[in-house]
């Protein structure tokens, strides 16, 4: 006698034990084929998903691109002759371990150095971003003054962490009103593009002029980067990490720019 399915059977009329055996076989080879069918459909929905996704931010974000694109070419400028303002704006960017500016800071600061020594501008509002022992602006300042700007024309903000955050306390700490923004110009509409966001009205001379040396990670970066300045503008409404406190105009009663 044996069991089968809980009841005591006679062994002549129980299934053969490869016969039991070969049915937990197939039961378990079903099992496993229903789980690699589920994997295989959830497999593929993640990955037409992820495609609609990267296609979903690619449009975004060329989107994006041509947004800022439309809204600062009419204001581009590689020519020095062609601007004027009250105010130069000269955006952030990496400082060496000695203090000096990087190549491509002080490609930004010769080009509103030379705004300043031809009266084309009266001030200059250098804005970069200080954090511990790291800072800036004021190396920024130093540079400009090394080179026979009076120190009273230049303006150094140091919570400039971001091109937005520097747009906005230019607009709302300093009262900037009118401005040059000189950056490169793989840079220069986003950065003109949240200026005129901030409400100035700003032009940009473009510091590598007629012949820009961005790299490709330049252009990638600065796509994406267009991307978050229209989410920032549009959607988030965002503002400067520190609004600071307002300071007096900075076009208001300024003397010449020279030493």
Known sequence: MIAVSGQTVPES????????????????????????????????????????????????????????????????????????????????????????????????LSAALGLARAGRVQRILVSGARNGAYDEAGPMRRWLTQRGLHPSAVVDDHAGFRTLDTMERAARVYDVRRAVVCTQSFHLPRAVFLARRAGIDAVGLASDGASPGGSAGDSV?????????????????????????????LDAGTRGAGG
């Open 13 to 108: 009329i129980a299934p053969p034990a490869d016969l039991t055996r070969g049915a937990i076989t197939m039961s378990e080879e079903n099992k496993n084929a229903g789980e690699g069918q589920w994997w295989r459909r959830w497999r593929r929905r993640f990955s037409w998903a992820a495609i609609a996704g990267a296609i979903g931010l690619v449009l975004v974000t060329l989107a994006a691109n041509v947004v800022v694109r439309m809204v600062a070419r009419p204001f581009l400028y590689v020519l020095a002759a062609d601007v004027t303002a009250p105010i130069a704006i000269v955006p952030g960017a990496s400082v060496h371990r000695d203090g000096s500016p990087s190549p491509q800071l002080a490609e930004r």
């Open 221 to 249: 970066r600065e796509s994406l980067a267009d991307l978050m300045a229209v989410i920032d503008s549009y959607v988030l409404r965002r503002q400067p990490r520190d609004p600071g406190p307002r300071v007096p105009r």
